[in-house]
């Protein structure tokens, strides 16, 4: 998401994802989540991305047919990247596997279909911070023209699923 000069024309990222979902009380449920992500990074370098999450939903209107819900939660990840050579063949040198933490907010909808199946989608946004033993000496992003360095990130999400009710 985003456009800018710096980055690559070939940024785009996909994903899929599973999750359990636990829904002690009509008004909350607890889920934890396996996300995977691939694609082009903002620097062209190809990237694979696993992340564990565990949320919070707090639904609006529980006993309705189409739902709202708020969703808060924190997660754990790991990025791979392909780092790739400079336009004259040198490798890039730079780590290529980042470890992050994090935390993620959103809303979403979910609409029941039969008793046991419904849809929904829900968008969020998260912002996570490199956390493995190269971050320090080795920042993620650096601005090309200010130099400054961060290891932090942010993003959205759109995610659509199938929930299975038992």
Known sequence: MGNDEFMSPDADMNGLGGA????????IAIE???ELLWGTDYNG?????????VS????????SAVQLYGIIGVGAGNAFLDSGT???????LRDERYSYAGG????GVEGRVTRNLALGGDLIG???????????????????????ATN?????????GITYYW
């Open 20 to 27: 359990l979902r636990f829904r002690p009380i009509p008004y």
């Open 32 to 34: 934890g989540s396996l």
């Open 45 to 53: 370098f190809q990237r694979l991305e696993q992340a564990l999450l």
């Open 56 to 63: 919070g939903l707090f639904f609006a209107n529980p006993r």
């Open 86 to 92: 400079t336009a004259d063949g040198q490798p890039v």
């Open 104 to 107: 993620h907010v959103g809303a």
């Open 126 to 148: 998260f912002v996570r911070w490199r956390r493995d033993r190269h971050a320090a000496d080795n920042p993620e992003f650096v601005d090309p023209i200010s130099h400054r």
């Open 152 to 160: 932090t990130s942010g993003g959205g999400l759109l995610r659509l």
